[in-house]
């Protein structure tokens, strides 16, 4: 079955800095990549996603690549505010129409 | 406004004792899911519904079960609970299964002592 892979798995950088969070799949025939926020005890909220006809997609500070031949996308978030401090979670659709979720990134933005 | 809802958002209940915890949800959709949420394991899917009365399991289905009598709800029931099913459940629904949103409650923390 698909496997997702996910780091990594915390990451600190200065406020106003950019952080890269990266995600690797198994199933060639995967064709949806969404992006999830989790703040703290809050619930997960999709923040960004892709599909596997695109290779890179924007919405202000947050961009998503997707390269399909070494089967990876990540998640870019540039200028980092202290309100994206949070746990964000890469996701696979896969083969069988399943969601697969990575295990979580924690990002913590540093004052 | 469009949500999905789960009850209650806190749960502490004794080893075996029967509980339910109740998912529903307005936008119509077709697509529900349950999950469990624990440090360093990410979201992992127990059972999910593509539809009224077609129910399957996900990858970590032990200890639990589901039904599906209604389009809108999606009710978690665990039978007889352990504490290692002490975590946190969100129950999540999207108009299909896949490559779409997908829409999640508020979530509840389960301990069982």
């Known amino acids: 079955g698909e496997n997702v892979e996910q780091h990594p798995s915390t990451l600190s950088v200065q406020e106003g800095d950019s952080a890269v969070i990266k995600c690797t799949y198994s199933d060639s025939a995967s064709n949806y990549f969404p992006w999830y926020k989790q703040e703290l005890g809050k619930r997960p909220q999709l923040i960004i996603d892709i599909r596997s006809n695109v290779g890179e997609k924007k919405d202000q500070r947050i961009a998503v690549t997707l390269n399909k031949t070494a089967k990876h996308f990540s998640l870019h978030i540039t200028e980092t505010q202290p309100e994206d401090s949070a746990v964000y979670f890469c996701?696979?659709?896969?083969?069988?129409?399943?969601?697969?979720f990575g295990k979580g990134t924690r990002l913590h933005i540093l004052p | 406004e469009a949500q999905v809802t789960q009850n209650p958002r806190y749960l502490i209940t004794v080893t075996g004792k029967k509980l339910t915890v109740t998912c529903s949800q307005n936008?119509?959709?077709?697509?529900m899911s349950w999950y469990r949420q624990d440090p360093g394991l990410g979201l992992r899917q127990i059972y999910y519904?593509?539809?009224?009365?077609?129910?399957d399991k996900g990858d970590v289905p032990e200890g639990y079960k589901v039904s599906r009598k209604e389009k809108r709800n999606f009710p978690l029931i665990l039978e007889s609970p352990s504490p290692n099913q002490t975590s946190l459940y969100f129950c999540?629904?999207?108009?299909?299964?896949?490559?779409?949103?997908?829409?999640f409650g508020q979530g509840t923390r389960l301990t069982v002592v």
């Open positions: 996701a696979v659709s896969n083969r069988d129409d399943k969601i697969i």
């Open positions: 999540a629904s999207s108009y299909r299964q896949a490559g779409v949103e997908a829409f």
């Open positions: 519904s593509m539809n009224v009365e077609v129910t």
């Open positions: 936008m119509n959709h077709e697509y």
